[in-house]
């Protein structure tokens, strides 16, 4: 008992001392935390800190806390390409496996794709991929497909790459080239053929005069190739330079390349002046050729610079994709601007309307009057007629409503002719009905304040040009000195006439004529008699403000002429012309 009260008198003390230091405690713990409230009401950014600190803290798991982590693996990637595809697949990003494939060189060139499984632009540039391989598949190209996304992959950890899909194509000796192109089938299978064929053969000067005419540029070299002891040729020196610089080319722009020719006839090759093998040319259609520097050494990458640092063309393709708007301001800042939206086919060649912009712009920047110019310009002419004829002779009648006036009032200031006939003529497989026959005199004076009288000069004349920008229908007028005895001075008909060498009367002028018209667009001797003295000629060259030509595929970028006022025609023809000038801000 005594112990027991000893002890209580011991402990008293102690508890009296322990409640005063921690209502000291709890009294300084207050005080610290009314500070600390009062700060936090003067910057209630820090207290949101405090409070999402401590939040997060208590919703973490407790697992997140230990050091050992339960972390769940990745899925496999399923395949983009189906079973039986053309495309071989490497899912897991094997790279190994493509290179050990690479190594046997069974093919030339091997196209590879390096996508994302989870990238919408992959998986539907997956299907042009696939679409472009069952075209090439008799072709000398392999296609590949590896996942360089897939983490635990030879890819992945090899190559960074910047963006999904990225595609490359593989060459023995060239390495690794990126295609650059439009991810659709046609552009990557016009990409794969261009690279399979870099270059055309040249064998007469008919050859020489189609392949100047369809190009505005391009690079031709001269090679000698001699049999050898065995019979086959010998590789001339160059040669495989010049190969490589072609297939460089058009990697470097695989949307509107630089051509590469080759000469072999000895014949044509001194008529450019080429007289060593090797020796190589830069054509310019707009300006005068250049011919390659003997200083500077002969190989591919040289090659190519300088064949694209010293080039100039009439129209330039325009591919408006990702940041078009700042793509058109660059272009539209420079000054006027032509855009032609036009379909292409790249198989119909001077059938595609590229080719009569492409005559509407050497004619503007004909400066000097060249005949290299004047015979591009007809050559692609003929070319048109020609597959004109062929469609004609496939089965599609082609009508033209025409008039014929005699003695007219704006016919007497031209004092070689008194009789001219105005024809509209419709390329397109409807006809012409005839109550919609309204060809008459207001277009033939239309015609005399478009080219002036100045121009209607000589034997017989011919004048074709578009009606209202249609490329299907076109106005033609004929004029010639006749004799009107027993001539009506005043016809009007619907027939199909034919229009074509010496101006033959009978044909032109006899309204019951059934001769088909195959001339659609610009008779050879029209458009060298009457063209050569257009004030068009060479307009770019006598005004301050010049204007550039551009075409756009508009079976690719029609939306782009929406949202510029443009509309397809009761046709579906989604073809048209706009003019931007951004300083006056009219289109």
Same mark, same amino acid.
């Given at each position: ?9 011991? +402990? ?12 000291? /405690? ?21 207290? #949101? ?62 196209? /590879? ?17 696939? *679409?472009?391989? %069952?075209?090439?598949? #008799? ?5 590949? @497909? ?108 695989p949307i509107n390349p630089i051509v590469f020719g ?20 830069l054509r310019r259609m707009l300006n005068v050729s ?46 006027? +601007? ?14 595609? *309307? ?14 000097? *009057? ?20 062929? %469609? ?38 409807? @006809? ?46 004929? #004029? ?15 027939? @199909? ?43 770019? #060259? ?46």
């Amino acid at each position: 008992m005594v112990w027991t009260v000893g002890l209580d008198r011991l +402990t008293r003390p102690l508890i009296k001392r322990f409640k005063k230091g921690l209502y000291l /405690v709890c009294t300084h713990i207050w005080k610290l935390v009314s500070r600390i409230v009062l700060k936090m009401a003067k910057s209630p950014q820090t207290w #949101c800190f405090v409070v999402a600190f401590i939040f997060t803290l208590l919703a973490m798991k407790p697992s997140g806390f230990s050091s050992s982590r339960n972390v769940d693996p990745i899925p496999m990637p399923q395949r983009v390409f189906q079973k039986g595809s053309p495309v071989l697949e490497f899912s897991d990003g094997n790279m190994v496996a493509v290179e050990e494939l690479l190594k046997f060189r069974e093919v030339d060139f091997v196209m /590879v794709m390096f996508y994302a499984h989870w990238d919408g632009t992959s998986l539907s540039a997956a299907q042009e991929f696939e *679409n472009v391989a %069952r075209k090439m598949v #008799c072709k000398d190209v392999k296609f590949f @497909a590896v996942n360089c996304w897939w983490p635990y992959g030879v890819c992945a950890r090899q190559r960074v790459l910047n963006y999904y899909p990225m595609f490359t194509l593989i060459h023995q000796t060239l390495g690794e080239l990126e295609y650059t192109g439009l991810l659709k089938e046609k552009s990557m299978t016009m990409f794969l053929q261009r690279v399979i064929n870099p270059f055309t053969f040249i064998e007469d000067k008919q050859s020489l005069k189609l392949f100047s005419a369809e190009h505005d540029v391009s690079v031709i070299a001269y090679f000698n190739f001699l049999p050898s002891l065995n019979g086959t040729l010998q590789e001339p020196s160059g040669f495989i330079s010049f190969f490589k610089a072609s297939v460089r080319a058009v990697v470097k722009d695989p949307i509107n390349p630089i051509v590469f020719g080759i000469i072999t006839n000895n014949q044509v090759a001194r008529s450019l002046s080429m007289i060593r093998s090797q020796d190589t040319q830069l054509r310019r259609m707009l300006n005068v050729s250049l011919v390659y520097p003997r200083h500077l050494p002969y190989n591919s990458k040289m090659i190519v610079s300088w064949a694209y640092k010293h080039q100039q063309k009439a129209v330039k393709w325009l591919v408006p994709t990702l940041r078009k708007s700042l793509i058109f301001s660059s272009l539209f800042s420079k000054g006027p +601007t032509l855009l032609f939206f036009t379909p292409h086919q790249e198989e119909t060649i001077f059938g595609n *309307n590229f080719h009569l912009l492409r005559t509407v712009a050497l004619d503007y920047w004909n400066c000097k *009057n060249s005949s290299n110019i004047w015979d591009a310009i007809q050559m692609i002419h003929s070319e048109r007629q020609k597959m004109l004829k062929e %469609r004609n002779l496939n089965g599609s009648l082609d009508l033209e409503c025409c008039s014929t006036l005699s003695n007219n009032q704006r016919i007497q200031y031209l004092s070689h002719y008194n009789t001219c006939e105005v024809c509209e003529h419709s390329s397109q497989h409807q @006809a012409i009905q005839t109550n919609n026959c309204k060809v008459n005199s207001a277009i033939f004076s239309k015609s005399l304040e478009f080219f002036g009288t100045r121009i209607f000069s000589g034997p017989s004349l011919c004048l074709n040009w578009l009606n209202n920008y249609n490329p299907f229908s076109e106005i033609r007028v004929c #004029c010639k000195k006749v004799d009107l005895i027993g001539r009506n001075r005043y016809s009007q008909s619907i027939h @199909a006439c034919s229009c074509n060498g010496g101006m033959n009367t009978e044909a032109i002028f006899n309204p019951n004529s059934k001769e088909k018209f195959i001339d659609n667009i610009y008779r050879k001797q029209s458009y060298s008699d009457a063209h050569r003295w257009s004030e068009f000629t060479g307009l770019g #060259c006598k005004t301050n403000k010049t204007l550039d030509f551009y075409a756009i595929r508009s079976d690719m970028f029609w939306s782009i002429a929406e949202h510029l006022g443009l509309r397809k025609s009761k046709d579906d023809i989604s073809t048209s012309v706009v003019i931007i000038d951004k300083q006056v801000l009219t289109f």
